[in-house]
């Protein structure tokens, strides 16, 4: 499989706790990017690298969100003491340069 | 304001039948337009991607139309199959940064429903 793959699928997880998801891009794409989807609404833009920079952060992305692309392949976004309203499914995507993007099937955080 | 929007919002048709979805957008200036097919708790799928000299994109029995003077664009699905049923997403991107995927804008999607 050549796609966009993202680790776990699905996390339960309590009110306060860290969690940390992984995303794997298709090999030869230098972009990937980190997005947020709630219901029924599109996916809103949280961050992106080109190779290891991470170039742009979305006002969305509070102190408690980080993501790092240490060797310029796969990338993880952790958030810390996580909230309700964090709940949402989070996309990775990836491109060549700023060609269009694949995203993966998406990691659905529930925080309960 | 940028704005794409989407229509109809729900479609219900039955297998093997013909349809067609419309996009009309209102992102300037403009970069490329994009179809995704999206299930329920799944991430996009690319379905076509034009610029704007592009007029039409075909992927097997979906087919894309773009007219950029009236900033228009339909999604035709031909054939339709059970497993056509998903929300189908147009997005924008504007040119903006470069137009790269961090400035997209995306439709609230048509919801379709083949039926047996």
């Known amino acids: 499989d050549t796609g966009v793959s993202q680790d776990p699928r699905h996390k339960i997880t309590k009110r306060g706790q860290n969690v940390t998801f992984r995303c794997d891009p298709i090999?030869?794409?230098?972009?990937l990017y980190w997005y947020r989807q709630t219901l029924g609404q599109g996916p809103e833009f949280l961050t992106y690298?080109?190779?290891?920079?991470?170039?742009?952060k979305s006002r969305l992305l509070s102190d408690r969100f980080s993501a790092e692309r240490p060797k310029g392949s796969f990338s993880t976004l952790e958030i810390q003491r996580t909230e309700q309203g964090d709940s949402a499914m989070y996309l990775c995507?990836?491109?060549?340069?700023?060609?269009?993007?694949?995203f993966g099937p998406g990691t659905r955080l529930t925080v309960t | 304001k940028n704005q794409v929007e989407q229509s109809p919002q729900s479609l219900i048709i039955l297998e093997g039948k013909n349809c067609t979805l419309q996009?009309?957008?209102?992102?300037?200036?403009?970069?490329?337009l994009r179809w995704y097919k999206q299930d329920t708790g799944r991430g996009p799928v690319s379905l076509t991607i034009?610029?704007?000299s592009e007029n039409t994109k075909s992927n097997g029995r979906y087919t894309a139309t773009l007219d950029a003077d009236t900033k228009q664009s339909s999604l035709h699905i031909t054939a339709s199959q059970l497993s056509d049923s998903a929300s189908y997403i147009c997005v924008v991107s504007d040119t903006n940064g470069g137009g790269n995927n961090r400035k997209l804008i995306w439709g609230l999607g048509t919801s379709l429903a083949v039926n047996p």
């Open positions: 996009c009309n957008y209102t992102v300037s200036p403009f970069s490329n």
């Open positions: 995507a990836s491109s060549l340069e700023d060609r269009g993007a694949y």
């Open positions: 034009m610029t704007f």
């Open positions: 090999s030869e794409h230098n972009r």
């Open positions: 690298f080109q190779n290891e920079a991470q170039l742009e």
